[in-house]
């Protein structure tokens, strides 16, 4: 018999809250970033990081073994990879990332772009990020493979890198 984790519980503890523009938790390993929601304020269900790509920020292609990511461009230009597609993502455009599926995003503009992260459920990100946070700048490939087997996440790919389909 399978144990039911907190955040499964219908009585998991959590109350409702609003968070102001420009305020939110600092995002490990993302400076430019804000968390709005977090796996200990939203019971584990799910997570709300808003994101501010700088131009040439990337993201290597992965998936997650243990968690599905829903993205929402506020602004700027995104390329955004979703399984086999990819394409131009501008403010309004939103995507599904489910459970190992391959995703990635790029800001190839020339000024920073905006999106809303969800992740559900995030508890496996928030600690993936917070061990990330902790790893030298000097880590080799072994340590960073480790984290990420720890964590669920697979690398699969490179950055995106202009190829544009829309």
Known sequence: ??????????????????VSPGEGDR????????AKA???NTGGLFAVHEAVLMPGDKVV????NNLAEFFY???????????????KATAGTF???????VHAFSNLGTEPARMLIV?????????YFEEMERMPADADET????????????????????????
């Open 119 to 127: 992740a559900t459920p995030q508890e496996p990100g928030e600690r």
């Open 61 to 64: 292609r992965h998936r997650h």
């Open 95 to 101: 995507a599904f990332s489910p459970i190992n599926n």
């Open 38 to 40: 977090t796996s200990r």
């Open 27 to 34: 995002i490990p390993s993302k400076p430019n970033g804000k």
């Open 73 to 87: 461009v506020l602004e700027g230009e995104v390329l955004l990879q979703i399984g086999d597609e990819v394409a």
């Open 143 to 166: 340590a960073w493979d480790q984290l990420n087997r720890k964590y669920g996440v697979e690398v699969v790919g490179p950055p995106l890198e202009g190829q544009r389909q829309a």
């Open 1 to 18: 018999m399978q144990a039911i984790k907190d955040w499964e519980r219908p009585d998991a503890a959590t109350k409702g809250f609003i």
